[in-house]
């Protein structure tokens, strides 16, 4: 009596199992052995091969190699769908495609992600119904705050649209900096940087620097320097170099000495002006030499001085003039 078994046939592109001999090829529903790399499942011709559960068609093996999960018409090597999830497919470029690939979707490669539009770029939105984006480890972050639009390099809690923290005591400070590069020829790079103890930003403050000089400084203080990292004491602007400009204006804080034509003002007598200049080389209230030198020029109390020499000399002029029109007068009396 023949032993009877179940073969596997493939019919109208339906898997069927039906009745056959013991000597036939045959396929077992309840496991085989002895089984060859010829062994197969499928079909030998150009027809679709379908697997049925409940009969409903659950995968799709297209004769041109393209394989559907619950799609019958798959687009890709690898195609799954669901009428209420998003459909995934695998491209025959390598691309693994999240999305209708006929409309909008997302393409993952080894490389890349793409936001596209068929295949048409389009944007790509990181949680785009709220919830920040993080990159990067905790202690080295960067990230988006979706709750006020704020982004942060080296912080997970940004306090203004962009913030970048860092911690660096070395020599140069880069790791707490921005830096901006040109590599063409004769391009350098400059650098953005908060100052800490050992840096050579000061303490405190903030500097625009190349790979060989500090060009502008800001200490904690609000002091600022242009060409050095050391702001003059007492000074709110410190310039190593010269300064040109077309047009200075200051708030001279001084009185300015309009009073010396002031008829209660005491205006030296020349004999005085003749002894002062003896003694001390320079005229009074005049910084000497030596003072220049060690203080520097006040610009506007110096030109409130040198304005108020100014006027004393015209007094002087004046005196003088009235004198020699009495003398003129006194002279052409007697030659009458």
């Known amino acids: 009596m023949q032993k009877q078994v179940l073969k596997t046939l493939i019919a109208g592109g339906m898997l069927v199992m039906m009745n056959t001999s013991a000597d036939a090829q045959s396929w077992s529903l309840s496991g085989n052995a002895g089984t060859a790399n010829a062994n197969f499942i499928g079909t030998t011709d150009s027809k679709d091969f379908r697997i049925r559960t409940n009969g409903t068609t659950r995968i799709t093996v297209k004769s041109i190699g393209k394989t559907g999960f619950g799609t019958s018409s798959p687009v890709a090597k690898l195609h799954v769908f669901s009428s209420t999830l998003v459909p995934v497919s695998l491209s025959a470029d390598g691309l693994f495609v999240i999305g209708d690939k006929a409309g909008y979707n997302i393409a993952f490669d080894a490389q890349d992600v793409q936001a596209r539009n068929n295949s048409a770029a389009a944007t790509l939105y990181q949680n785009f119904y709220g919830g920040d984006v993080q990159l990067g480890s905790s202690t080295s972050p960067f990230i988006y705050k979706y709750s006020n639009g704020n982004a942060g390099i080296g912080t997970l809690s940004p306090a203004c649209r962009l913030q970048i923290s860092g911690s660096d005591s070395s ?139 100014i006027e004393e000399l015209t007094l002087y002029v004046i005196a003088q003039d009235e004198k020699i029109s009495q003398m003129q007068k006194q002279l052409n009396e007697v030659a009458k």
């Open 171 to 309: 020599n140069q400070g880069k790791n707490a900096a921005i830096e901006i590069s040109n590599t063409a020829i004769g391009g350098t790079n400059w650098y953005l940087k908060s100052g800490a103890t050992g840096t050579t930003t000061p303490k405190g403050g903030f500097s625009i620097a190349n790979d060989n000089s500090h060009y502008f400084v800001i200490d904690s203080g609000g002091q600022v320097a242009i060409n050095t990292t050391t702001p003059a004491t007492g000074y709110r602007l410190s310039v190593n170099g010269k300064i040109i400009c077309e047009e200075l204006g200051l708030q001279v804080k001084t009185d300015w000495p309009d009073y010396v034509f002031d008829k209660t003002y005491s205006l030296k007598s020349l004999p005085e002006i003749k002894a002062f200049i003896e003694t001390n080389n320079h005229l009074p209230e005049v910084p000497s030499a030596r003072e220049i030198k060690s203080k520097g020029v006040a610009v506007g109390e110096m030109q409130a001085i040198l304005l108020k020499k």
